[in-house]
């Protein structure tokens, strides 16, 4: 705790490689520069321990047309990492007892439909709410996702049709269901979402390149996207992945955000457990997923966090909560480096081998 108090006092500034990389960050170094080619979009990454950067580095270009590279400062759309926003929202409103996680979504949403009286809350944050997953829509990226809309109009189809399942009994991926937890947050807060995610959580944690993706924002340092080729990003409207993916960051905000969340500086840690805990359905089968926070166990140590993919932006952004490891992974090219879940786990392997080393000498 008092290292994660004492990170959050210096300027993100301070996150600096050593000028001589030790042992451990040329290892680092080494795996993700096999992913990624000089020349074409790749990656800023960091990777942290006990709140002390091992390894803060840009691989491959920012801007292949202009030849810019990537610079661990610059700005990327993290995709559905935006859920950790998401879900810390809520989770800072439960603290409040402003929300109650077993209530129904209609005690906040009064237009819910009849069929979501059995939804809470928490089968939202879990993706077993059984509400239809809009974005699965046929066309629905080739289409609807390319115009603007507002939240409102994000959600009110599925408002119109049946259940996919009985509320917390499957596991199934959902965009909308978030998008109707930033509704929740607006209702109850009163105020708009990115708002709301920046007056409690930017604000107070000084981040000040983590925010709303809007296209409508200039953001200062933000990367350019790329289909495999390169070729140029999807156009899509930003409008669309609001609080299931419309949010931009950069490395060291989100590991800031990470290291603040897990030390309780945000949610109480007694939320935070909850989030960190894999949801269980009646079948007695965990699925790896907690509140807002994907879960999985590496080497015996538990891993919490989230990955995103949109616009041709990857994201991965995890912590081994019993280590003290954090990596951060922003890729601005589909299909040009490889899995980032698979990449993080690589680097947070490569980190706790070296600290068993350390152990056993």
């Keep these: 705790m008092k290292r994660l108090a004492l990170l959050l006092c210096f300027p993100l500034a301070a996150m600096a490689a050593p000028a001589e990389p030790p042992p451990l960050a040329q290892s680092l170094d080494s795996i993700i520069a096999s992913h990624f080619q000089p020349g074409l979009p790749g990656v800023a990454a960091l990777v942290i321990k006990d709140g002390k950067p091992l390894l803060r580095k840009g691989y491959g270009m920012a801007n292949v ?20 926003f998401t879900a810390t929202a809520i989770m800072l409103l439960v603290d409040e007892g402003k929300i109650a996680l ?6 906040y949403l009064p237009q819910a439909p009849k069929q979501w009286s059995k939804v809470t809350i928490k089968h ?11 974005s699965m829509d046929s066309g629905y990226w080739r289409t609807t996702a390319r115009l603007e809309h507002t939240l409102d109009e994000l959600v009110a189809p599925a408002r119109q049709r049946p259940l996919l399942s009985a509320p917390g009994t499957v596991f199934a991926y959902n965009n909308t269901g978030y998008h109707l937890l930033g509704q929740i947050v607006e209702r109850v807060a009163g105020q708009e979402f990115y708002a709301f995610i920046d007056n409690r959580i930017c604000r107070p944690l000084g981040l000040q390149h983590t925010g709303s ?46 290291l603040a969340l ?39 140590k538990h891993l919490v966090g989230h990955g995103g993919y949109i616009f041709n932006f990857y994201s991965q952004l995890e912590m081994d909560v ?37 152990l056993v000498q």
């Excluded at 047309?65 to 950790?84: M, Y």
């Excluded at 077993?128 to 997953?133: L, R």
């Excluded at 109480?268 to 894999?278: D, E």
């Excluded at 890729?331 to 070296?354: C, F, P, T, W, Y």
Aim: hydrophobic share 35%.
């Design 65 to 84: 047309e202009l030849g810019v590279p990537i610079q661990p400062e610059h700005v990327f759309r993290i995709g559905s990492t935006t859920k950790l």
């Design 102 to 107: 077993d209530a129904p979504v209609s005690r």
């Design 124 to 134: 939202l944050l879990t993706h077993t709410s059984g509400i239809p997953n809009l």
């Design 213 to 258: 993706g809007d296209d409508k924002i200039f953001h200062p340092g933000l990367v350019t996207g790329y289909q495999a080729g390169p070729k140029p990003a999807w156009l899509l409207a930003n409008s669309n992945l609001h609080a299931a993916g419309g949010m931009v960051s950069t490395v060291d905000e989100l590991a800031v955000f990470m």
């Design 262 to 300: 897990q030390g309780g500086k945000l949610v109480s840690p007694a939320n935070v457990k909850r989030m960190n805990t894999s949801y269980v359905l009646p079948s007695g089968k965990a699925t790896g997923y907690g509140l807002g926070e994907w879960v999985r166990t590496v080497n015996g």
């Design 322 to 358: 019993d280590s003290g490891i954090v990596t951060v992974t922003l890729h601005n090219g589909d299909r040009l480096g490889g899995d980032n879940e698979e990449l993080s786990k690589r680097l947070i392997v490569a980190v706790q081998s070296e600290q068993a080393a350390d």
